[in-house]
């Protein structure tokens, strides 16, 4: 027991040894530490420079595209929903400058897509189904053009171009008898069209009635003498009338017209 109180007493005064009395820095020792303190942090090598400034960092430009793309996206996707808190007369407006363009270019197709969102936000308005029933005469749609034209009729039942166009399909279709319906309601509202008494001419024709034929057709002769196309049925309606006379002046007619056109022509 003895031994080790001892031996715990040199162990202590060790400890108190070396934090009592420990070695004295003579100045000399000092400033020559002081130096090789000083000639160290003189001599640290300054940090190399970054390869990309932050200017020029790639991951500056990749945040920064980030950033710009989300405000676009954004921005768009602001637009889309705003979309859907138009009005219906903007929206009216929106489809209609749309299909528009499309029918500028002849893509009826595409066109009939926003005709049909046009007509849908402006019920009352015959014009969107007007110019469906265009472009289905154009795709050789010539039914579904009929019955687009009757929906407009319908709308606005003064709707004279309607009905002539529509007129003029029945008489491709050779619906005579609905064309003379239509055509003679338009020649008392309009007596001054050659076009509509030439239509009509050709549907009392092809419905067996060659009297109203050539009385509609002299009509438009009558109207606008100088158009070849009214004196060629015109002369061919003689032919089977076996008014040989009267065919003749109408195909020599044609000659002429067909010879002042061609010397406009040079």
């Known amino acids: 027991m003895a031994k080790e109180e001892k031996k715990k007493a040199e162990t202590l005064e060790d400890v108190e040894v070396e934090i009592e009395a420990p070695e004295a820095a003579t100045p000399s020792k000092d400033a ?3 130096g090789q303190r000083k000639s160290a942090k003189a001599k640290k ?15 500056l430009y990749w945040h920064s595209f980030l950033l710009v793309g989300g405000r676009l996206l ?4 602001d637009w889309y ?7 219906p007369k903007d929206k009216a407006k929106l489809y209609r400058n749309i299909s528009q363009h499309y029918l500028k270019r002849g893509s009826y197709d595409k066109a009939m897509k926003y005709l ?4 849908r936000n402006e019920k009352s308005d015959p014009e969107p189904i007007y110019q469906m029933a265009l472009a289905l005469a154009s795709m050789g749609e010539y039914q579904r053009a009929v019955n687009a034209f009757d929906k407009v009729l319908k709308l606005r039942p003064t709707h004279m171009v309607a009905m ?3 007129s003029a399909l029945l008489v491709k279709m050779k619906d005579y008898a609905g ?4 055509l003679e309601q338009i020649s008392a509202e309009n007596p001054n069209d050659p076009k509509v008494f030439y239509l009509l001419g050709l549907a009392y024709d092809g419905a067996g009635q060659l009297e109203q034929g050539i009385a509609a057709m002299q009509k438009a002769v009558d109207l606008d003498p100088d158009e070849i196309k009214y004196h060629q049925h015109l002369g061919f309606m003689n032919v089977r009338r076996e008014d040989h006379k009267t065919a003749a002046e109408h195909f020599t007619k044609v000659m002429e017209l067909e010879r002042d056109q061609e010397g406009d022509e040079e």
């Open 32 to 34: 020559e530490t002081l």
């Open 45 to 59: 090598p300054a940090p190399e420079p970054e390869a990309d400034s932050l200017e020029g960092s790639t991951s």
């Open 74 to 77: 954004n921005r768009m996707l």
């Open 81 to 87: 929903n705003g979309l859907f808190s138009f009005t």
């Open 116 to 119: 049909k969102e046009w007509a």
């Open 164 to 166: 002539y166009r529509k």
């Open 179 to 182: 064309a003379i319906k239509g």
